[in-house]
C-alpha cells in the first residue's frame, strides 16, 4: 500500500485559493517550505486540503519526533484543556511543571544537580541560556562558531552564522564572537586550535559561555570532529567559561540519544532544549547545573506563557512515549537503512558528494566540484521540489542552502520510510538526468 497520494497538481485547487488570500493579509516576510496547507496529519503522513497526501521527512522544521497526533498526547491534552488552561507558573504554579522538571533532570543526569527552567521558543531558551551564562559568571562574552544557528531574535540572530536575511538587514548585538568549526573540507583547523583560537579573539576572562549545537542543524548537520566537544570542555572549564549545548534540534532521541551530546560523553552545563520537547507546542527549556540557578536573583529569568500547562502535559506523555515505544533504538534502526540508502545515492549520483550524521539524523550534501568543494544549491533546490511534487517534503540546510536533512518523525514505519527514500532517489534521477 502507497502512503503517498498526489491527485492535484500541486499546489491544488484549495490550496492556490488559500495562497491568494494570504497575499492579502499575512505579513510577507512569513514565508513556509510547502506551497499546500495542511488538513491534518497522522504519524509522518500529512493531508493537505486537497486529498494529497504527503510522507513528512521535516517534521515541522523537527518538532515531530513522535509524529503528528500521538494518541497519548492528544488525550493528555485534552484533559489537561478540561482541569485548567492557563495560570502562569509565577503566578499559581502547577504540578505538571514540577513533574516535567523531575523528567527532564533526571535525563540530564550527570556529575552536578540539575534544575530545569521553561520558556516557549528555541531562541528564548538560548536567549535564556546566555542570560543564566551571564549572571552566574558576571561576565559578558558569548562564543558561537561558523555555521551556527541559534535563532531569530536580536540577540540569538547575531548567534547565528548566516548574514543574510538576517544581520544585514536587523543589525547585531554586541558581545557575539564567532570561530571557526572545524572541518576538514572547508578548512584546516582541528580540535586542537580551539583554545589558540579562542585567546587570539577575546578575552577568555570575559566569557561567559561557549554556545555549540553539538550537531549542527541549519547548518547542515555538521558533526563534530572527534575531540573537539571534549576539547570544548576542558577549555572553558580551564577558564571558568560555562559551556552550553545548544540541543533545541539535535536533542530528543534523533541521534540514538536522548541528547546528542551524549554520543561524545561531554556534560555541558547548560542544554537548551525546544522544537520536539512537546510534540509541536510552543515550549522550550533550559536544563543545567543547579547551582547556575540559584546564583541568580528571584524573578530574573521567566515568561507568562513559559512552560504553559498544555504543553507540560504533552511534553510529560512526549518522554514517556520515548521511553516506552524506545525510539532512540528506532533512531538507530531508522539510521541505518537511511545511511545504507543515502550511500548509494552518493555511489550513483555525481553531485551528491558527502553523507553525514548520527543516528537517525542524516543529511546529504550537493556539490559540483569535489576540489573546491563547490555547492551545487541549484540541484539541490530542485531535488527538494521534485520530492515535494511527487509527494516527500524535505528540508533543505547548509549555509549555501546545498543540503538536504531529515528531520523525520522516529514512528515513521520501515515502509513508509522507503518509500520516501525510493522518491528522493527519483527526484535525484529526474534532476540531474545522470547516474555516474
Ligand atoms: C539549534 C537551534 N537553536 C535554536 C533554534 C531556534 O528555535 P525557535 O525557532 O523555536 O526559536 C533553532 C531553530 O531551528 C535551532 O535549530
Keep these: 500500500m502507497r502512503h503517498t497520494l498526489i491527485k492535484t497538481g500541486i499546489p491544488g485547487p484549495k490550496s492556490r485559493a488559500l495562497t491568494l488570500r494570504r497575499k492579502v493579509c499575512v505579513a510577507s516576510p512569513m514565508e513556509s517550505l510547502a ?36 494518541e497519548k498526547v492528544v488525550n493528555a491534552v485534552k484533559a489537561q484543556t478540561e482541569s485548567f488552561i492557563h495560570s502562569d507558573f509565577t503566578v499559581v504554579p502547577y504540578e505538571p511543571w514540577i513533574k516535567l522538571s523531575e523528567m527532564l533532570a533526571k535525563k540530564a543526569a550527570g556529575k552536578s544537580e540539575k534544575a530545569v527552567a521553561f520558556f516557549n521558543s528555541g531562541a528564548e531558551a538560548v536567549e535564556n541560556a546566555v542570560k543564566i551564562a551571564r549572571g552566574a559568571t558576571r561576565r559578558r562574552s558569548i562564543v558561537v562558531f561558523e555555521g551556527a544557528f541559534h535563532g531569530r531574535t536580536l540577540l540569538t540572530m547575531t548567534m ?14 554586541p558581545d557575539v564572537y564567532r570561530l571557526p568549526y572545524p572541518n576538514p573540507r572547508k578548512n584546516r583547523y582541528t580540535p586542537a586550535d580551539f583554545e589558540r583560537l579562542l585567546l587570539e579573539t577575546v578575552c577568555p576572562e570575559d566569557v561567559a559561555a561557549v554556545i555549540i549545537e553539538p550537531i549542527q542543524g541549519e547548518g547542515g548537520f555538521n558533526v563534530p ?29 534523533r541521534t540514538g540519544k536522548f541528547f546528542a551530546i551524549e554520543n561524545w560523553g561531554v556534560e555541558p552545563d547548560l542544554i537548551t532544549l525546544g522544537k520536539s520537547i512537546a510534540g509541536g507546542l510552543p515550549l522550550s527549556a533550559v536544563v543545567g547545573d543547579k547551582k547556575l540557578f540559584d546564583s541568580l536573583p528571584k524573578s530574573s529569568i521567566g515568561s507568562t506563557f513559559g512552560g504553559n ?8 506523555e512526549i ?95 520501515d515502509e513508509q520510510l522507503d518509500e520516501g527514500l525510493e522518491i528522493i532517489d527519483k527526484a535525484i534521477a529526474s534532476v540531474t538526468k545522470s547516474g555516474r
Design 160 to 173: 547565528t552564522h548566516r548574514p543574510m536575511p538576517y544581520k544585514y538587514v536587523f543589525g547585531a548585538a
Design 309 to 316: 500547562p498544555l504543553a507540560c502535559a504533552a511534553a510529560i
Design 35 to 70: 506551497p499546500f496547507y495542511i488538513k491534518s496529519g497522522r504519524g509522518a503522513v500529512l493531508e493537505d486540503v486537497d486529498g494529497n497526501k504527503f510522507l513528512d521527512f521535516t517534521g515541522g522544521w523537527g518538532c515531530l519526533v513522535t509524529g503528528y497526533c500521538p
Design 319 to 413: 518522554i514517556k512515549m520515548i521511553d516506552t515505544e524506545k525510539l532512540l533504538a528506532r533512531a538507530l534502526h531508522l539510521g541505518k537503512i537511511i545511511r545504507r540508502n543515502f550511500d548509494g545515492l552518493k555511489a550513483k549520483y555525481n553531485s551528491v558528494k558527502d553523507v553525514r550524521g548520527v543516528g537517525a539524523m542524516l543529511a546529504i550534501e550537493f556539490i559540483k566540484d569535489e576540489e573546491t568543494w563547490t555547492p551545487d544549491t541549484d540541484t539541490c533546490q530542485k531535488v527538494i521540489q521534485a520530492a515535494r511534487d511527487n509527494g516527500v517534503l524535505l528540508a533543505g540546510a547548509g549555509l549555501h542552502k546545498n543540503v538536504i536533512r531529515l528531520l523525520l518523525p522516529l514512528v515513521i514505519t
Design 225 to 253: 570532529p572527534e575531540g573537539f566537544l571534549q576539547e570544548i570542555r576542558r577549555v572553558t572549564a580551564k577558564y571558568g567559561i560555562l559551556m552550553v549545548a545548544d540541543e533545541v534540534q539535535s536533542g530528543y532521541g
